[in-house]
């Protein structure tokens, strides 16, 4: 996070500054998305009053760039290791929300769980390589008229199994190029957590203060 606060005091208000950034965003994402019982829905630690957790992709531009094709709809999946969690409880699960930030610690969008599967590193497909990579996937809904409660999408059959090799595999420079751009995740035979996404909601990129002030 980028902390613009002088002082001896300034991480701490920094942070706190940032504390409340992020709540009051909550609190225009729950009205604008049209959430339901967010307690009931997303599990412990989270209510009307406590925010989902808050993450970034990088303090840089290139974080800024991938956080952009969420926002906008041209990347709709996230990848990483199952050694990267400690225990099958720490997995990403249907119906999870999550604030993104910007480089800057600023936060810029709500967005939901809507798939996880864990697959072997060779048995990712092409749809998800192109979703993951930031390829033309169906646009998420922002804010759309489904409520989170919506029994089809919190418990029902999970929707990733395009995640999985098979007839899915159409487009073999998709995978390629998802492979060559995750070679660091291991071998054929690493697992991956293969997550997608939907935006709920969305905030603009806060303005550049202006010059002097």
């Known amino acids: 996070m980028t902390d613009e606060t002088s002082g001896p005091d300034g991480d701490v208000a920094g942070d706190q500054q940032q504390a409340e950034s992020i709540l009051a965003f909550w609190e225009a994402a729950r009205s604008r998305a049209r959430l339901g019982t967010i307690a009931v829905l997303t599990g412990y630690g989270v209510t009307e009053t406590i925010p989902p957790e808050a993450w970034s992709f990088g303090d840089d531009a290139a974080a800024d760039a991938m956080l952009d094709a969420v926002v906008d709809g041209r990347r709709t ?10 225990s099958d409880d720490e997995l990403p699960a249907v119906g999870d929300l999550a604030i993104l930030l910007d480089a800057a610690g600023a936060p810029r969008a709500l967005v939901r769980t809507v798939a996880v599967d864990v697959v072997p590193f060779a048995e990712v497909g092409a749809e998800f390589a192109r979703a993951d990579l930031g390829g033309e996937t169906a646009r998420p809904t922002v804010g759309g008229d489904d409520s989170v409660g919506d029994d089809d999408s919190i418990g029902g059959a999970s929707v990733g199994e395009d995640a999985v090799g098979g007839d899915s595999v159409g487009d073999e420079d ?16 690493v697992l991956v957590v293969c997550e997608r996404l939907e935006v709920r909601f969305a905030a603009g990129p806060e303005p550049e203060p202006a010059p002097g002030s």
């Open 77 to 86: 999946g996230l990848s990483s290791a199952r050694t990267d969690y400690a």
């Open 174 to 189: 998709a995978v390629a190029a998802w492979r060559a751009a995750h070679a660091d995740l291991g071998g054929d035979d």
